[in-house]
């Protein structure tokens, strides 16, 4: 296969997802090479779901402050096919998360009838925003729900932040209220493609958290959460743990024991905070052959990084990474925040994609936003991860002389035939990579700039 176009996009520089021509990185001899790229098609991986980001009371707010035509550019910019992301899956809260104005629940008061059951809340934020990417996306996008805590009443602290855990007297009826949850949503035109119990099962946060041990995560699934939506005549598969990389195999292994959860179970998802530990995603990806395996969070902490590069490397870094353990679905975060990186009702400033002045009414698209375009506007649903063989050599812009991890990549076959082929140079200098015709064994090098990410789109 040859490449038919380069996209790139580099720091010192205005390309972004900029389309070349080949011959515009192509170069001639070349005596030492960075590295050297090799596909085989016969060496296949799992199958692609989708990417996309996370639908949140807040980027409902922040993108409120826009003129309507801009609000509607954001949203495209992620959703549309043509003028965006491509995405295609999203996710959302039940009640309140750390990204919401303030702790909100649809039942705030204790109410075991769950007659008071209310939609206003997401009616103001959440859901317009639901269904303005809804139509962006043409209509088809798989949307996940996850809670970040019952409302307090229903919880031994008798609080929604703070950990604290659901009383097992509440068991079945929390798994009403997600089912009502999910209810109100296919009345509005909204479907549930999948969910999980819990965001970060694990975590005792100042914001909105709920701890639960895998056993009571998977007995909660198999006699209760499971039967209810079985009930209602929904198919939509739970994922387990929703929590970082670190844990999800001692997790998946612990809820699994429990019987009868595997009638409900779709898969597992997870979280970047603790680091890369890449190998429990692929473990994952092993004990769910046929499953989601998705990623469902990762950002930038600590607050906003507005013109910062490293933030869309580090999206890079973790997409490959995935993808080649197995993932099946890549999720972000927050699609858009503040210049402050909220609003968070608990002070757990963050960045994001986009970042927007309110008193101003303006935005910006941050680097993460490109790197994310550089695998979401060409990895189609469908795709079928395909080898990458990728031998690098020493460098002296490498912080250790030798490539390793600052030059990484992935391959994708589309249904339509095509081949997608993305690569990222995180040194400071140019990154001369061979690139092998996987038909004739001819190789041809290209030149990626410095801090820059190239996506090849190669067909025959």
Known sequence: MKPTFIFETAKDSDSRIARLEPE???????????????????????????????????????????????????IEAFFSQDKGHA?????????????????????PERDESLESFSMERPLKWQIPLIQEAREA?????KLMITPWSPPGWMKDNGIMNHGGKLLPGYYGLWARYLRRFIDELKKLGIPVWTMSVQNEPEAVQTWDSCCWTGTEEATFIAEH??????????????????????RIKERVEESM????????????????????????????????????????????????????????????????????????????????????????????FCDAPVLVN????????????????????????????????????????APDGRMGNMMEATAFANPDGTVILVLCNRTEADMI???????DGSQTAYRCPPRGIHTVVLSR
């Open 257 to 348: 024991k429990v019987a009868g959860v595997e009638r409900y179970v779709g898969g597992a998802a997870f979280h970047w905070y603790s680091g890369d530990q890449y190998e429990n995603v692929a473990w994952t990806s092993w004990r769910f052959p046929k499953g989601i395996v998705a990623f469902t969070e990762g950002c930038i902490e600590g607050g906003p990084r507005p013109g910062a590069w490293f933030t869309g490397e580090r999206y890079a870094h973790n997409i490959i990474n995935d993808l080649n353990a197995g993932c099946t679905a890549w999720i972000d975060w927050n699609i858009a925040l503040d210049t402050e990186g909220g609003p968070n009702h608990a002070g757990n």
């Open 433 to 439: 990579y061979l690139l092998a015709d996987d038909d």
């Open 24 to 74: 515009a990185r192509r170069i001639g001899a070349v005596k030492n090479p960075s590295c050297k790229v090799t596909l085989d098609q016969q060496k296949t991986g799992q199958t692609f779901l989708g990417f996309g980001g996370a639908l949140t009371e807040s980027s409902g707010n922040v993108l409120s402050f826009l003129k309507p035509e801009e609000r509607t550019r954001v």
């Open 225 to 246: 959460l499971g039967p209810e939506l079985k009930r209602a005549g929904y198919d939509i598969p739970i994922l387990l743990w929703d929590h970082n990389r670190d």
């Open 87 to 107: 995405y295609t899956l999203a996710r959302t809260h039940v009640n309140s998360c750390d990204f919401s104005l303030e702790n909100w629940a649809c039942v």
């Open 137 to 141: 996306a043409g209509g088809d996008l």
């Open 358 to 397: 309110k008193e101003k009414g303006s935005f910006e698209f941050q680097s993460s936003y490109w790197y994310l375009g550089h695998f979401s506007r060409f990895i189609k649903p469908g795709a079928v991860r395909v080898s990458a063989k990728l031998e690098s050599w020493m460098i002296p812009a």
